[in-house]
């Protein structure tokens, strides 16, 4: 796995787009699950996908499923939601992050993707106060619930983003 700049890897993948549309996976990084979100063929929504488990020990069934999801939805490349403090810093819990990142780089399964790091300041508390009048009874399913709608925002956010300085950049073009 590669690390490149936002803008860097959106540019390859529409590049990709010429020969085969490349789409984008979004992660949510939690202790214990890791949720995920899929970017539509086009680019421009973020649609949820599932939540992965996570504990020490199952890295290279993570791995795997990473894999098996690279191929079923073409992916180009991970939007990795990292959280910076308010002063763009990396916070206390980018270390579980970076970890889950560097594990997943040490396989070697998913040498060919490439990934970026985007702010994901308050993403589950939006989405806890979105799905607290739900009133979801089970624990487990409310922080999976969470997890996976957490990974939309951050892709959502990175997408939008891109999208926009993309137009600018052609706009300003013309």
Same mark, same amino acid.
């Given at each position: 796995?590669?690390?490149?700049?936002?803008?860097?890897?959106?540019?390859?993948?529409?590049?990709?787009?010429?020969? &085969?549309?490349?789409? +984008?996976? =979004? !992660?949510? @990084? %939690?202790?214990?699950?890791?949720?995920?979100?899929? $970017?539509? /063929?086009?680019?421009?929504?973020?649609?949820?996908?599932?939540?992965?488990?996570?504990?020490?020990?199952?890295?290279?069934?993570?791995?795997?499923?990473?894999?098996?999801?690279? &191929?079923?939805?073409? +992916?180009? =490349? !991970?939007? @990795? %939601?990292?959280?910076?403090?308010?002063?763009?810093? $990396?916070? /206390?819990?980018?270390?579980?992050?970076?970890?889950?990142?560097?594990?997943?780089?040490?396989?070697?399964?998913?040498?060919?993707?490439?990934?970026?790091?985007?702010?994901?300041?308050?993403?589950?508390?939006?989405?806890?106060?979105?799905?607290?009048?739900?009133?979801?009874?089970?624990?487990?399913?409310?922080?999976?619930?969470?997890?996976?709608?957490?990974?939309?925002?951050?892709?959502?956010?990175?997408?939008?983003?891109?999208?926009?300085?993309?137009?600018?950049?052609?706009?300003?073009?013309?």
């Amino acid at each position: 796995m590669r690390l490149l700049k936002a803008e860097e890897l959106f540019r390859k993948v529409l590049d990709a787009g010429s020969k &085969k549309q490349g789409r +984008l996976l =979004g !992660l949510d @990084v %939690g202790s214990k699950y890791v949720g995920l979100a899929v $970017s539509d /063929p086009q680019n421009k929504i973020a649609l949820p996908l599932s939540v992965l488990g996570r504990t020490k020990t199952n890295i290279n069934l993570m791995a795997d499923d990473f894999k098996t999801l690279v &191929k079923k939805y073409s +992916l180009k =490349g !991970l939007i @990795v %939601g990292y959280p910076f403090n308010l002063q763009g810093q $990396s916070s /206390p819990d980018a270390i579980q992050v970076s970890l889950l990142v560097g594990e997943l780089s040490k396989t070697g399964k998913l040498d060919d993707l490439c990934y970026t790091y985007w702010d994901e300041n308050f993403t589950s508390k939006c989405v806890e106060a979105l799905l607290n009048p739900l009133k979801l009874n089970a624990p487990v399913e409310t922080k999976t619930m969470t997890d996976k709608f957490a990974a939309v925002c951050i892709l959502q956010g990175y997408l939008d983003n891109m999208n926009r300085a993309m137009r600018s950049t052609d706009d300003c073009k013309e």
